[in-house]
Every structure is written in C-alpha cells, then in structure tokens.
T-cell receptor, first 113, second 114 residues
Framework: AQSVTQLGSHVSVSEGALVLLRCNYS??????LFWYVQYPNQGLQLLLK??????LVKGINGFEAEFKKSETSFHLTKPSAHMSDAAEYFC???????????FGDGTTLTVKP | NAGVMQNPRHLVRRRGQEARLRCSPM?????VYWYRQLPEEGLKFMVY????????ESGMPKERFSAEFPKEGPSILRIQQVVRGDSAAYFC????????????FGSGTQLSVL
C-alpha cells in the first residue's frame, strides 16, 4: 500500500522568496515519486520525477526536489518564487510497475507581490 | 496538439440521468487511467484500462460506474443515475506502456449534477 501526505494545504510566499512544499510518503516497495502542478481549470503537468536515480531531482520552471529515504520525504523547492508559480501542487507516489499513482491532497501556493 | 483530449469540458446533468465522459489518449498510448478530483481534495484513482481490457478497477464505485476502452475510439467513463455526490472533476491520463514512469493528463471534465 502507498500513501502521500502533503503538509500544509495552503502556502503563501512573497515574490522572490524561497518556496518549500512538503511531501512525505509511505510505500512498501521502492517508490517512484512525482510532483505535478495544476493551474486553474487545467489538467496536471509533471514538474519532476524521482525513479531511483539521483536523489536530487531537477524539474521544469526552476523547481527541484530531494528524495530522502531516511525521512520518507520528497519536498519540493524553488529558490525564488515568481507570480506565475501560483498554482496547486500535488505530490504522487507510484510503485513503477504501472502508471497508477496515489496522490496527496495538494498544496495551494500563493505568491504575493 | 497530440495531447490527451477529454470531452466535454463541462457536463451538467440532473439527478438520475446518465453521464458519459470521453478520453482520447495521446497518440501511441495504449494505457488509460481515470481519476476523480473532489473539491479541496487530491486525485483519487478510479480505473486503469488497456485496449479492450480493464486492468485495475479498484477505485471504481461498485455501482453505477463503468469504464471501457474499445479497440477503436476513445475511452468512456459512464456514470448511470447520477447523484449530487458525483459532481467532481474527472481526469483522464495516458501512458505508452505499463511500466511507465509518467502520466500525461487531459484537462478534465467538470461534471455538475443538479
């Protein structure tokens, strides 16, 4: 069984500030981990993925995430927030044997000018 | 645009009617997943299909919901006798193979039940 917990349903940062979105997972098998972004009235877009290669994963739009097995975490970061980063972010875990993924409840990121 | 296409974007039904949601996967993709997103919640897996086969329907409600992915044409998610609790955004995703690491999502169908 797999599960994902995203800590904080809403995160607000100032433009130019560090973005940190937290994700902890539970998995009985080595996990594949993903971060997706969802803009209003749109589907999900993949930001980055971890598939057992490098533990520090770089994604699109300046985002990155670090897989920490000891902490069962996969937090998403970006050094400097832009207004265009305002969206909802979902962490997901998969066993990798199929595309079936378990998603967290999402974190809404607000960026203040 | 060869992305995942879902239609309609918005669907309004009265209680007791049937809802049919369509999903055309990306070109070359033979694996389709349906997810449901309730307000203020994440996506919940419903069903995983390959052409003409249901592989995993562990997330599908036992009654009123069905899905298919025929040899020709789009995947269909069918909800019979809709109730207000069925109101949600329904997302389809596709992948080219079973052991694929990434899903490509459509823009979703927003179902509203009056």
């Amino acid at each position: 069984a797999q599960s994902v917990t995203q800590l904080g349903s809403h995160v607000s940062v100032s433009e130019g500030a560090l973005v940190l979105l937290r994700c902890n997972y539970s998995s009985s098998v080595p996990p594949y981990l993903f971060w997706y972004v969802q803009y209003p009235n749109q589907g999900l877009q993949l930001l980055l993925k971890y598939t057992s290669a490098a533990t520090l994963v770089k994604g699109i739009n300046g985002f990155e995430a670090e897989f920490k097995k000891s902490e069962t975490s996969f937090h998403l970061t970006k050094p400097s927030a832009h207004m265009s980063d305002a969206a909802e972010y979902f962490c997901a875990v998969s066993s990798g044997t199929t595309g079936k993924s378990t998603f967290g409840d999402g974190t809404t990121l607000t960026v203040k000018p | 645009n060869a992305g995942v296409m879902q239609n309609p974007r918005h669907l309004v039904r009265r209680r007791g009617q049937e809802a049919r949601l369509r999903c055309s996967p990306m070109k070359g993709h033979s694996h389709v997943y349906w997810y449901r997103q309730l307000p203020e919640e994440g996506l919940k897996f419903m069903v995983y299909l390959q052409k003409e086969n249901i592989i995993d329907e562990s997330g599908m409600p036992k009654e009123r919901f069905s899905a298919e992915f025929p040899k020709e044409g789009p995947s269909i998610l069918r909800i019979q006798q809709v109730v207000r609790g069925d109101s949600a955004a329904y997302f389809c995703a596709s992948s080219p193979g079973q052991n694929n690491e990434k899903l490509f999502f459509g823009s979703g169908t927003q179902l509203s039940v009056l």
